[in-house]
């Protein structure tokens, strides 16, 4: 600024980096103008000393300013503000609201699961995106370990049948009548682990002579034994020392003592389980 320009100036200011970057004393005042308009709408954080009111005031300003963006700081001890901060977070209106994404190759949920993880996600008070990603993490975990499961499922079959060889389909198949007529609840069709299948099929060799013979009594559908079959088969095993029932060491030991129980059962004309 020129000397005329800084005669209309106090001398105190002459030296103001303001005063020094303006060439006139109008466009000084203009920046001083704007200096005051920000002043005005300026946020400036309360001194160390300040009491509730200004740190309330300066709260409320900030939020104002910015446009919602922030929220002050809930009492985490009232319900209601609680509440209100998991909504602002994200969390929904209701359980129902949970959305439950398709994940490729893992099974969808069935209704009742999904229903119980809603719940639970809203009591625990999760949004709606923290649900998504904790099922994502889950689910898929569980998908792979169920793969891994049925791989070996599937793996120990089949190292079952070579190491049977061409006797595989005919002692798979007398396994699967002994566990059909001595544990119906299993189903017609009941599908057996590698060990289950050694462990009847070691059962029906057990239980007079020709396996053939003893899975085949029951053959007509009806899967109860009579009193009078039953009693001799119970006499077979019992007589048998080497039988597995006698055996608390030998694999088979549990199954053959549920189909001690289920001859039994049958001996005194009751249904087996």
């Keep these: 600024m020129n000397e005329e320009g800084l005669k209309v100036l106090p001398e105190s200011i002459h030296d103001w980096n303001e005063v020094k970057e303006s060439d006139t004393p109008e466009k000084f005042w203009d920046q001083m103008t704007n200096l005051r308009s920000k002043i005005g709408t300026g946020l400036y954080q309360p001194g160390k000393d300040a009491g509730n ?20 700081m809930p009492n985490l001890e009232d319900e209601e503000q609680r509440n209100i901060l998991y909504k602002t977070l994200g969390k929904p209106n209701e359980a129902k609201d949970y959305e439950f994404e398709k994940i490729e190759g893992v099974d969808d949920l069935p209704d009742e699961r999904r229903e119980f993880i809603a719940n639970a996600a809203f009591n625990l008070n999760l949004t709606k995106s923290q649900l998504k990603a904790l099922d994502k993490v889950v689910r898929t975990a569980d998908g792979e370990a169920n793969n891994q499961l049925r791989e070996k499922f599937t793996g120990e079959i089949r190292d079952l049948k070579q190491e049977w060889g061409m006797a595989s389909d005919d002692r798979m198949h007398q396994a699967i009548k002994v566990a059909k007529v001595f544990f119906p609840q299993l189903g017609d069709s009941p599908t057996l682990s590698a060990a289950e299948i050694k462990s009847f099929y070691s059962l029906s060799k057990q239980l007079g002579g020709k396996s053939t013979e003893f899975a085949d009594q029951n053959d007509s559908g009806n899967n109860q034994l009579s009193p009078d079959d039953a009693t001799v088969k119970i006499s077979e095993v019992m007589n048998n020392k080497d039988h597995p029932y006698h055996k608390v060491s030998d694999p088979g030991h549990q199954v053959a003592v549920k189909l001690m129980r289920n001859l039994y059962l049958a001996k005194n004309n009751k249904p087996t389980e």
């Design 53 to 72: 009111e200004d740190w309330d005031k300066f709260t409320n300003k900030a939020i104002d300013l910015s446009n919602g963006k922030l929220m002050p």
